[in-house]
């Protein structure tokens, strides 16, 4: 028996546990037989599955056996991918990337290589690098059309999606999705229509169609078998959490007429009257909430200046510390975010301009078109 392809047929199917028995009983028989080149691989495969059910003794040790054999390739590159994820979660990005760059480097197999590249795109988009991580991804989809590899496919059309609808791209967010369907149907993988389907419901809750979302978490619900480890169950908590936040998502409202300019927060009313500057800044960061407006373009819009670091850096932060101020009795999440040397609104608040004068006027023409009218039942 194929130990590592049955193990592999388990986990497309969700089954951790028959394919963690699986793998372990290859990889015993490997060991007795000292043939190196079945373990290796059975003893990858085995480490990803203690990684992603969140055993963590049996991986350390696995870790510490893989690292006596990292002479040879497949083994150093296929531990440095594995450590290169385990430092990624951990936040050591600098780190992560050395090891996925020796991953790469050491890879025997065009699959080692694609994967150890994806993982260096995933470690630019952690650092918010978004444009560094979508050139690297459209190169890696380049290099994926000579050499077809579902997985590493897979994951990097889910992370395109993602990043071109955080960078605002809505056609390419949704051709990407496409893509994704298309390769989770292809692959007839329960595990890969599952994270189809929860790249899907991440994008409806950034759309903010929650109706279609929840729909997708129970499609999720009725795929999954109860026991699908941790790996999913962290995404799906995540995902769970993201639609609880999302139908709370605070809401700034913006009234302004000719007269005054108020923004407003449940209780907490801020006159912004005196405040033009401020005023037109925050209008101008929320009109593409998410969008990372650079120094460069701050500095033209607010002053109408071309930007240079010894007179502007200090000014803009002064403006910047200043519009957030506002918002300080304000019970909510932090509204304009730092980015790679620029700023954004914070996408998950809504913010609604309102025209006061417009809304003074229906309320009038309401009163007026209500007087001598006999009381409508409802009203008895």
């Not at 609808?165 to 056609?171: F, P, S, V």
């Not at 999720?220 to 995902?239: C, K, S």
């Not at 019970?331 to 620029?342: E, M, Y």
């Not at 954004?344 to 009163?367: E, Y």
Request: hydrophobic share 40%; glycine share 4%.
């Amino acid at each position: 028996m194929d130990h590592l392809l049955v193990g592999k047929l388990y986990l497309k199917l969700l089954d951790f546990g028959k394919a963690q028995a699986t793998a372990e009983e290859g990889l015993a028989l490997a060991e007795k037989t000292g043939d190196l080149q079945k373990w290796i691989p059975l003893a990858l495969f085995c480490a990803r599955l203690f990684k992603e059910t969140d055993q963590s003794l049996k991986l350390n040790d696995l870790i510490l056996q893989l690292k006596e054999y990292e002479t040879d390739r497949h083994a150093r590159s296929g531990l440095n991918y594995l450590l290169g994820t385990i430092l990624a979660e951990k936040g050591d990005l600098d780190e992560a990337d050395r090891c996925f760059e020796i991953a790469e480097v050491s890879a025997l197999t065009k699959a080692d290589e694609l994967n150890a590249s994806y993982g260096r795109c995933m470690i630019f988009r952690l650092k918010a690098e978004w444009s560094k991580a979508l050139s690297m991804l459209n190169e890696l989809e380049s290099r994926l059309a000579e050499q077809h590899e579902p997985e590493v496919e897979m994951a990097v059309q889910i992370t395109k999606a993602r990043l071109l609808w955080e960078l605002k791209d809505r056609e390419g967010s949704a051709l990407a999705l496409e893509k994704v369907r298309a390769l989770a149907k292809v692959s007839q993988s329960l595990y890969a229509q599952v994270q189809a389907l929860i790249t899907e419901a991440f994008i409806s809750v950034d759309q903010g169609d929650f109706s279609q979302a929840r729909q997708q978490w129970t499609m999720i619900e009725r795929l999954l078998p109860t026991q699908n480890g941790p790996l999913l169950r962290t995404r799906l908590e995540r995902l769970k959490q993201h639609l609880q936040l999302a139908e709370k998502v605070p809401t700034l409202n913006l009234v302004s007429d000719e007269a005054q300019s108020v923004l407003s927060y449940d209780d907490v009313r801020i006159d912004l009257t005196k405040l033009p500057q401020l005023k037109s800044l925050l209008v101008y960061l929320a009109s593409e909430s998410g969008r990372v407006y650079s120094k460069e373009e701050i500095c033209q819009f607010v002053w109408g200046e071309s930007y240079h670091p010894l007179r502007h850096d200090n000014k803009i932060y002064v403006t910047i510390r200043r519009l957030r101020a506002l918002f300080n009795e304000m019970d909510i999440p932090k509204v304009i975010l730092n980015r790679h040397d620029g700023y954004l609104f914070n996408p998950q608040i809504r913010f609604h301009q309102i025209d006061g004068a417009r809304q003074s006027l229906a309320v009038k023409d309401k009163t007026r078109s209500s007087v001598g009218r006999a009381p409508s039942p409802e009203a008895l």
